[in-house]
């Protein structure tokens, strides 16, 4: 338990630490501070999008863990939909990659039934509709990933799913450009926003517009 707390003071921005100390302290009964140390993970990267395939969202499969031990099980149910959408997305990212598009479409649509506020597999539709020429299909689905990834980060931004390529295409930033700048004059004090709208300009090689909206993001968190 002491190294994992040197590992957590060394780095307030990696969630692991906190995930491996909340497992620790599931396994000594201590469900209280395992549930704080599963939601303050959740708050820096609740993707936890850097790491790899079926590697992701520890912190909610901790939680929900938590959550049912602590008799919850509505919120335990809804943890273990997150999960569930997420391994359905992989498969169908891995049909898509060997040309099974049809299939990784459908499989697609149903990740979104278990848990519908994924911007990641929201964006990843979107890709694969434009892909098709289904231009009326992806903006709806476009535009429900832009709403979703302000508040899909937390304090690190970790794209998840390679979504890093979220606003390539004149569609995309045109969706982004609206929803974001409409989110913003809903919420300026939201850092997440300004972030993204800073990662859009530069996107859009406007590199000063960018530098603005990344320093607002800096000054607000």
Not at 88 to 106: F, M
Not at 194 to 209: A, C, K, P, T, V
Request: aromatic share 8%; hydrophobic share 35%; charged share 30%.
């Amino acid at each position: 338990m002491a190294k994992l707390d040197e590992l957590i003071a060394r780095d307030p921005f990696e969630e692991r630490p906190l995930i491996w100390k909340a497992k620790q302290l599931v396994k000594s009964g201590n469900l209280e501070e395992a549930e704080k140390c599963a939601r303050q993970a959740i708050a820096i990267d609740p993707t936890d999008g850097e790491q790899g395939p079926s590697r992701r969202l520890r912190a909610y499969a901790t939680l929900g863990e938590i959550r049912e031990a602590r008799g919850d099980k509505k919120e335990a149910d809804f943890l273990k939909g997150v999960l569930t959408s997420v391994q359905h997305s992989d498969k169908a990212d891995r049909l898509h990659t060997a040309g099974l598009i049809t299939r990784a479409l459908k499989l697609y649509e149903e990740s979104l039934t278990h848990f519908a506020d994924a911007y990641c597999i929201q964006a990843r539709l979107a890709f694969r509709m434009a892909e098709l020429g289904d231009m009326a299909g992806a903006e709806e689905h476009y535009r429900r990933a832009y709403e979703l990834m302000p508040d899909s980060f937390g304090r690190v931004e970790s794209y998840c799913f390679g979504c890093e390529g979220a606003f390539q295409g004149s569609q995309a930033q045109g969706i982004a450009e609206r929803v974001f700048t409409k989110l913003a004059k809903e919420s300026p004090q939201k850092p997440q926003i300004h972030y993204l709208l800073g990662y859009l300009r530069s996107e859009q090689n406007r590199d000063r517009e960018a530098l603005l909206e990344f320093r607002e993001a800096v000054k607000l968190d």
